[in-house]
């Protein structure tokens, strides 16, 4: 599975923004839908952090605290993507956001990664 994120940039605060992860190499759209799919991200200096996290069927969301009211997670398994809309987003809000997914399991702040995905960078500054 390869997962490939987009979507990073240079926004200011109080902006807008939407990444995407796109899931290839397996042929199955079957397995595809069994994957339970997250967001993590690492700020310079400090450790990767969860973000927020899809259960396979895209019905059913987790958050971290810090971004919970503030980010979007839907999952599109007709798509094989899973996207992450940040509002209101502050210069804390500054990392490297990482697309991340695992098989048949869900994913939290502590369950492991199967698959990671490479990152995409959001600055926010004024």
């Known amino acids: 599975v390869q997962l490939q994120a987009s979507g990073g940039g240079l926004v200011q605060p109080g902006d807008s923004l939407r990444l995407s992860c796109a899931v290839s190499?397996?042929?199955?759209?079957?397995?595809?839908?069994?994957?339970?799919m997250a967001w993590f991200r690492q700020a310079p200096g400090k450790e990767r952090e969860f973000v927020a996290a899809a259960r396979s069927s895209g019905d059913y969301a987790d958050y971290a605290a810090l971004v919970k009211g503030r980010f979007t997670i839907s999952k599109d398994n007709a798509r094989n993507s899973v996207y992450l809309q940040m509002n209101s987003l502050t210069p804390e809000d500054t990392a490297v956001y990482y697309c991340a997914a695992n098989y048949a399991r869900p994913v939290d702040a502590s369950s492991g990664v199967d698959y990671w995905g490479k990152g995409t960078l959001v600055t926010v500054s004024s």
């Open positions: 190499g397996r042929p199955s759209s079957k397995y595809i839908s069994k994957l339970a």
